[in-house]
C-alpha cells in the first residue's frame, strides 16, 4: 500500500488547507494507506520537507494552492519523487490542468489508485533568484503586480482578491518596451505582460494559454501588447474562455526558452510566490515531475 507525506503550510490558508487534508486522510487510512503529517513554516521549509520525504521513497502531498504545489512540485523535480496534490488554494491552477478532482473523495481515489504521470516542469533563473523550479508559468508585467496585490489582501479572499488587485496594477500602468527572446528570436513590443505558460491556466481559473500542454516540452508565450484601459479590461473578461488570445493585441509563440527583458523593472512572478524584477528566464524541463494523475 502506498505511503504519503502530506507537507502543510499553517500560515499559509492553514484552516483550509488542514480542512482539505481532514477528509482527505481519513479516506486514505480507511484504505490501508501510510500517511504522516509535516508541518512547514516558510515554502523553503516544506522544499526541503519534500525532498527528504521522497528521499525515502514516500509520495509527497502538497497541501495547498498553486504555491505550495509550484514549491513542492518544483523540488521535486528531477528527483524521481511522486507528487500529489491536494488542491486547497484559492487557485489550484495547475490541478485544474491536470483535470483534478476537488471532492475529497474523488482526490482520495486518485492519491490511492492514479498512475504516475511525467509532466514539464520550469526553470526560473534571475539576478535575484539563481535558480528555481516551478509548474505553472511565469509572467512578467501587470499580472505579476495585480498578484501581489491580490497577496497582500487583507479584507478580500478567493476571486475577490484578484479582481480588486487587478484592477489597482491597471489603473496605475505605464507599459515598459519588452525585449522577449524565445529559442533565439527575438520579439520587441510595448506593452501590458508576457506569460510563459506550462499549465494553461493562471489567477484563479483564467485560460491564459489556451494551447498549453504540461507534458509537451513547449511553454506557451502569450504577450499581450498595449491597448486602451477599456480594451484590456474586456480582453480581461476574455480570459475566462481563452477568446482573447484572437485579439490582434495578443501573440502567442512556443518555444523552450524564454527570457524575458524590459526597458525598467517591472515586477515578474512563478506560480504565485516569486516576487521579483525582469530580465528572467524560463527554460523548460521536459518530463521532469512525476504526478499522480487520473488512471
Known sequence: MRQFTAV????????????????????????????????????????????????????????????????IGGALSGTGAVLGLVPAGRGNDFARALGLPTDPAEIARVLLDGEPRAVDTIEVTSAVHDRTVVLGSVYAGVDALANHHANSARLLRGTASYYAGALRAVAGWRAPRYRVTVDGEEHAFTGYTVVAANSGYYGFNRLIAPAAEVDDGLLEVVMIHDAPRRLFFALMNELGTGAHV????????????VRIEADRAIPYGADGEVDAAVPVTARVLPGALRVLSES
Open 8 to 71: 502543510v503550510n499553517p500560515t499559509a490558508g492553514g484552516a483550509t488547507s488542514a480542512a482539505a487534508l481532514l477528509g482527505v486522510a481519513r479516506l486514505l487510512r480507511e484504505a490501508g494507506a501510510g500517511l504522516e503529517t509535516e508541518y512547514s513554516h516558510s515554502l523553503d521549509h516544506a522544499r526541503e520537507l519534500a525532498r527528504r520525504a521522497g528521499e525515502r521513497d514516500r509520495i509527497v502531498l502538497a497541501v495547498g494552492g498553486d504555491g505550495m504545489a509550484g514549491g
Open 246 to 257: 484572437h485579439r490582434p493585441q495578443v501573440r502567442v509563440v512556443r518555444g523552450r526558452e
